[in-house]
């Protein structure tokens, strides 16, 4: 029962410490500091909980973590260049050019190094932390249908308080959470939220208002129903390739973690 105390606690801090440093952290150097404070805090952390550092919480550094970031991030952001194509062919937005090179290269290291870092530090929060403590306590399937919760509920509650956006992010959660559990690499599920935030960023920046990314934009509108059955329609049909990908993969942890249930049965 201590333990599990202490796993709790371990997680409302490092979700506490993330929230804190974004949203109440003015100072852009201070909010970055803050952030990059983040990782060996994480790695303590973990290792009090009898995980392996932040290799426990599936932050690997090999070629086969590489691979999974790229075909990751090409499935995420290709996915949400396709919802943004939507949009703009249905007039929530109209795009009038591309700013200067300076402005544009500002925004990019900026959408770059926040929306990387935001990435990752959710997914070793809502995934790895939960994932690595959990698995050998609980059956695969409810840790991860765990994980997708906390991860629905930390995402409603910093976006619009909307069963819509609710919805969205159980379904998001449900790509984001299958790719790290089929390979135990954080960097699987990183790669897909960062490929989305990054086509995200290109239009909103990261104010996520229309024309402070490196397009010129001009708001439009589009009917409520609409914008939402195609928001999420493409988040479904992200999970396609992530399935479609992932399914053959399987990492160590898991093989050890289905057989130690099987054992337990």
């Known amino acids: 029962m201590k333990k599990i105390g ?5 997680f409302i801090f490092l979700n506490l410490y993330f929230n804190i440093t974004t949203h109440f952290v003015g100072n852009t150097m201070l909010q970055l500091l803050g952030l990059l404070l983040f990782f060996p805090l994480a790695g303590f952390i973990a290792k009090r909980n009898g995980l392996d550092g ?7 550094r090999d070629k086969q973590s590489l691979r999974y970031f790229g075909i990751s991030f090409l499935i995420g952001f290709s996915c949400w260049a396709l919802l943004y194509a939507t949009y703009g062919l249905l007039g929530k937005f109209q795009l009038m050019g591309i700013k200067t090179a300076s402005e544009t290269a500002w925004i990019f290291a900026q959408i770059i190094v926040g929306f990387f870092l935001g990435s990752l530090i959710n997914d070793l929060i809502t995934r790895g932390y939960v994932v690595g403590f959990l698995k050998n306590k609980l059956p695969p399937f409810t840790v991860g249908a765990i994980s997708v919760a906390i991860y629905a509920l930390d995402d409603f509650w910093n976006g619009e308080l909307t069963l819509v956006n609710f919805l969205f992010s159980i379904l998001l959660g449900c790509s ?3 790719a790290f559990y089929r390979t135990g690499s ?4 990183t790669g897909i939220h ?3 935030n990054m086509a995200f960023g290109l239009l909103y920046g990261l104010s996520g208002d ?7 934009a001009e708001r439009g509108s589009i009917e409520p129903f609409v914008n939402n059955s195609i928001i999420l329609s493409i988040t479904v049909l992200l999970f396609l390739p992530v399935f479609l990908y992932y399914r053959k993969k399987q990492s160590l942890t898991l093989k050890e973690n289905m057989r130690e249930m099987t054992d337990l049965t």
């Open 210 to 216: 229309v024309g402070d990314g490196v397009f010129v």
């Open 176 to 178: 984001l959470t299958y």
């Open 194 to 196: 960062f490929g989305l």
């Open 6 to 10: 202490l796993g709790i606690l371990g």
């Open 54 to 60: 932040l290799k426990g919480l599936g932050m690997k």
């Open 186 to 189: 954080i960097w699987a599920s």
